[in-house]
């Protein structure tokens, strides 16, 4: 039983369900979700079969390696199924049954849990997965994306992966876990989460990380103008992870919070139209 | 015969169930008597994965006779009674003999026609088309696509069983065809399951882990607590919304007890019960009001043999314990006092500045209550607790558990050796969350309360942001609500028009209308909330208009002078007065205000009537200044004779201009007391 075990059976389990096996993307991301495979594949007509495991960087969450449950990057397991079978439920549960878990012992939930996100101007409905009393999964049917609506509707599945992982080895502590066999999720975390923390908290330097997300934002709109959008959302992805960071150094009031929210949110939904094909009336 | 529905969704939210049900009922009901195929004993049921209809229909609408009129009588025979063109043309063209027609009379007259049975249609068919209409007619405050589909619903349908006399229904929602078939549970029976009857049906998913009435759920999840709590001597942290959505969440309630590390239970009773309740749907378990190291948790499973559910659950509220214990020590290490200044940072509303700015504006307000209020001590405790009531909203416990917002300073107030009365008016400024919650228990949090909700009020109004319909984004109505509540339950008994007034002031130039503006809008708008908080206990709506139409000068006492009114509504005196009341309004309605000259009163009855209403007034006003509105009314009823004589024997409408005016002078002074306690012309007699 590993990490590494476990999203080898989940690459397995969904590859069999006709999914490509993506590989991580190369920018820092606060989800799966924001990742190309899925932003744009979302927004064509086309049907759409995905998996992959995507690092996600959230810096406030950071606790400096001293917090069991909470850190500033973790792993999701990110599945989409374009147009959502009738079965994706079904499905969803065989995949759990895959990996060992012995339902009939278990108290398996799906809660309410509508999920949003305003940078990239996503909402979707659907559930948080419950394992008892424990939340392994984020299941979602899109119904917009960069502003627009989503046709056919996409399932999303997102497996967090230590969650996950810390129910199937019964561990309270997320460092305990095993990558490997012989690597463990302290060998592997536990210095990168101190130095990041100290770094999204303290020594990020709120100058430099406003010019940059100014920059950024400014060749976004270039970009965009020349219909090469997809570096254009690149340039998106690092405004969002700019903003993230200066939210963690305190610098961003509530009012700008706001602002720079909706700053990002205009650039995606401008790069969604331009792919889309739907000319922004403005 | 026995009509059987049965939608299988995806899990759907509790109160989109709760309203799905209720809709069903009514459009089923509604549609199956306008189909002329009557239901008996309908009822709609519900899990969080399906909806279910069950209900007695005829096999069919009943035959009707029908008729078909033709050409009139007279043109449809000849004289001699042979038929007409005419008459033979109709027959030929409805292909009956001509000797079947007969005469039927109308109201136009008599002509000839054909009456013929037609065969009602079958249930069955009305069912096929009705069912799909009414699904798709549902509507829910989100609603989704799913797959290629173009149906809108709470979540994915995914089955379709519907019977009707045992047998199945042709019909389809968006491609999805009604079967005879159903599943047991998800998890435990996920097996075919062929029902021939409702009774069937209900059994056999009960023997698949499924209970299908939720009333029957719930009874089961408390009869489980009831049982388990007996050993401990405990009861349950009182918590009956939670109680609803588990028992709408799962299909086979099973209830266990999980235990949590004696080392939380420092942590105060209102964030450990929300720890469990928020996140994992967890019941604290309590005794004295004091934390057990206990929960109970409801599981969608028929039991836990290996104790793998409790636990998982014990696993993951430690760590949601651990957090909130860490959030307890390190907010406390700052004050709350070195707190306040942070809600600069912290936005109220755009257009209205940051909570600091609030928490300014309150302590004014709240001063200006406090001592309009019966008074004893200083103000000073209320004032320090407007200053630090949002304190909280910047410690690191509200931002993990927003609905501990007011709470959380309290205690943090407490805990710092605060007074006692600051931490209280803290805790409770919020309450009452909604019309069922208490007020606060003390003067100084029904205070706060009522000026923070106040200068929501005034400043969401004041920037022109209009409450319409469901349209109440920043919960003004019930803000406005727990106002009155908190008056009329702690018989508060002060101006209202000059705390608003008051309240508009400490905006200073921020707000964007006039103040008559806002003032009439606001007034307006209590108006309306008393309105419904009268109506909601039964008052007449005659009643509650002509007391409000009173003025809202001291809400208390507009509560008041309802029950008055209320209370003497079937005494015999009421319903003569208030006819006299209404003649006295209407002889004045439009004339000049005119003084009064006792000099100038000639004929007895006027003289009278002004001695009978010297003496009343003189009674009533110290009545009312004590809001015995009950007294105040009966006295009032004495005008009556006096009235009665005087209109009988003197003519108000004199020729001579000075003693019109001066009877006209007299009936005003009449009707400016009877305004005082309601507007008269708004009850029907």
């Known amino acids: 039983m590993s990490l590494q075990n476990l999203i080898m059976n989940l690459q397995r389990f969904w590859a069999d369900q006709g999914c490509y096996l993506a590989p991580s993307y190369d920018l820092e991301v606060g989800a799966g979700t924001m990742t190309p495979d899925t932003f744009f594949r979302v927004l064509d007509k086309r049907p759409w079969k995905v998996a992959y495991v995507q690092p996600s960087r959230r810096p406030t969450d950071g606790r400096y390696g001293e917090n069991p449950n909470r850190v500033q990057k973790h792993h999701q397991f990110q599945v989409i199924m374009k147009p959502s079978p009738a079965d994706i439920q079904k499905t969803y549960i065989d995949s759990l049954i895959a990996l060992g878990i012995r339902l009939e012992d278990h108290d398996l939930r799906f809660d309410e849990d509508d999920w949003e996100s305003p940078t990239i101007g996503a909402w979707g409905v659907g559930w948080q997965v419950m394992l008892d009393g424990l939340e392994i999964t984020q299941f979602t049917y899109f119904q917009q994306a960069g502003g627009l609506e989503v046709f056919p509707i996409p399932a999303e599945i997102t497996y967090g992966l230590e969650r996950l992982e810390m129910f199937l080895e019964e561990k309270d502590d997320m460092y305990d876990l095993k990558w490997s066999e012989d690597v463990s999720y302290r060998d592997l975390r536990l210095e990168e989460e101190k130095q990041f923390s100290e770094y999204n908290f303290n020594q990020a330097s709120v100058q430099g990380l406003r010019s940059v997300f100014a920059l950024a934002e400014k060749e976004a709109a270039q970009l965009a103008g020349k219909n090469l959008v997809l570096p254009a959302y690149d340039m998106c992805l690092k405004c969002s992870h700019y903003f993230n960071l200066l939210d963690s150094r305190g610098a961003i009031s509530v009012t700008e919070r706001v602002k720079m929210i909706a700053q990002i949110r205009v650039m995606v939904s401008r790069v969604a139209a331009k792919f889309a094909g739907v000319e922004e009336k403005s | ?685």
Not at chain 2, 204 to 209: A, K, P
Not at chain 2, 523 to 532: G, H, P, S, V
Request: aromatic residues 8%; positive net charge; hydrophobic residues 40%.
């Open chain 2, 1 to 685: 015969m026995e009509f059987l529905l049965e939608i299988g969704v995806e899990e759907m939210p509790p109160s989109h169930v709760k309203t799905a049900v209720e809709d069903l009922k009514e459009k089923f009901e509604r549609e199956l008597i306008a189909a002329k195929i009557a239901p008996r004993n309908l009822r709609v049921l519900s899990t969080c994965r399906r909806l279910v209809i069950v209900a007695d229909l005829p096999e069919g609408q009943e035959a009707r006779e029908e008729v078909v009129t033709g050409p009139p009588k007279a043109v449809a025979f000849a004289a001699d009674g042979s038929p007409t063109p005419a008459a033979l043309g109709f027959a030929r063209s409805r292909g009956v003999d001509v000797a079947k027609l007969e005469v039927i009379k109308t109201e136009k007259g008599e002509y000839v026609g054909i009456k013929k049975t037609a065969a009602g249609k079958g249930s069955a068919e009305i069912l096929a088309q009705m069912i799909p209409r009414i699904l798709g007619s549902l509507s829910f405050p989100k609603m989704m696509r799913w797959g290629t589909g173009q149906f809108r619903f709470s979540r994915p349908i995914r089955n379709i069983l519907c019977l009707f006399n045992g047998r199945g229904l042709t019909f389809e929602i968006d491609g999805l065809r009604a079967g005879e078939t159903t599943t047991g549970h998800k998890i435990r029976s996920p097996k075919p399951i062929r029902p021939t009857s409702f009774e069937n049906y209900a059994r056999s998913l009960e023997d698949h882990f499924v209970l299908i009435d939720h009333e029957e759920r719930k009874k089961r999840i408390l009869a489980q607590i009831t049982v388990l709590l007996e050993p401990l001597r405990a009861q349950l942290y009182p918590d009956p919304e939670l109680l609803d959505k588990l028992a709408n969440d799962v299909e086979c309630p099973f209830v266990f007890v999980g235990s949590i590390p004696e080392s939380y239970l420092e942590l105060p009773l209102e964030i450990l019960s929300t720890a469990m309740r928020e996140g994992q749907k967890l019941f604290s378990v309590v005794r004295d009001k004091k934390q057990l190291p206990y929960f109970l948790g409801v599981a969608d499973a028929p039991g836990d043999t290996k104790g793998l559910i409790r636990k998982g659950n014990e696993r993951v509220l430690k760590a949601r314990l651990e957090d909130a214990k860490f959030f307890w020590e390190h907010d406390r290490k700052i004050s709350l006092k070195k707190r306040a200044p942070a809600l600069k940072h912290v936005m109220f509303q755009e257009k209205l500045g940051s909570y600091e700015d609030k928490a300014q504006r309150l302590k004014k307000t709240a001063a200006y209550l406090w001592g309009k209020l019966d008074a004893p001590r200083g103000d000073k405790d209320v004032v320090l607790a407007a200053e630090l009531c949002k304190a909280d909203l910047v410690t690191d416990m509200v931002r993990e558990f927003p609905s501990l917002q007011g709470r959380v300073g309290g205690l943090y107030a407490k805990a710092e050796c605060l007074p006692a009365g600051v931490g209280l008016a803290i805790y409770e400024h919020y309450q009452p969350q909604s019309l069922e919650d208490e007020s606060p228990s003390t003067q100084g949090g029904a205070i706060l309360s009522i000026t923070d909700k106040l200068d929501s009020i005034v400043g969401v109004v004041g920037i022109g942001i209009q409450t319409t319909g469901s349209s109440d984004p920043f919960g003004l109505r019930r803000n406005a609500q727990g106002i009155c509540k908190i008056i009329l339950d702690r018989k508060l008994n002060f101006k209202f028009l000059r705390l608003l007034d008051k309240t508009v002031t400490s905006y200073g130039e921020k707000l964007e209308l006039p103040k008559d503006e806002i003032v009439a809008y606001c007034r307006e708008f209590f108006a309306n909330r008393l309105r419904y908080l009268f109506e909601k206990q039964g008052i007449r709506y005659d009643l509650i208009n002509a007391a409000l139409g009173a003025g809202l000068d001291n809400l208390y006492h507009s509560y008041l002078r309802v029950k008055a009114l209320d209370a003497l509504k079937a005494s015999p005196q009421f319903e003569p007065f208030i006819l006299m009341a209404k003649r006295v309004n209407n002889i004045i309605s439009g004339q000049p205000p005119s003084s009064l000259n006792i000099d100038l009163l000639v004929e007895k009855e006027e003289r009278d009537l002004q001695a009978m209403f010297t003496i009343v007034k003189e009674n009533v006003g110290p009545m009312i200044a004590k809001g015995d509105y009950t007294q105040a009314q009966m006295m009032v009823f004495r005008l009556q004779p006096g009235l009665n004589t005087f209109f009988d024997r003197v003519l108000v409408m004199a020729e001579d201009k000075k003693l019109r005016k001066n009877r006209l002078a007299l009936l005003q002074a009449v009707s400016r007391i009877l305004i005082q306690m309601a507007d008269y012309s708004q009850v029907v007699v």
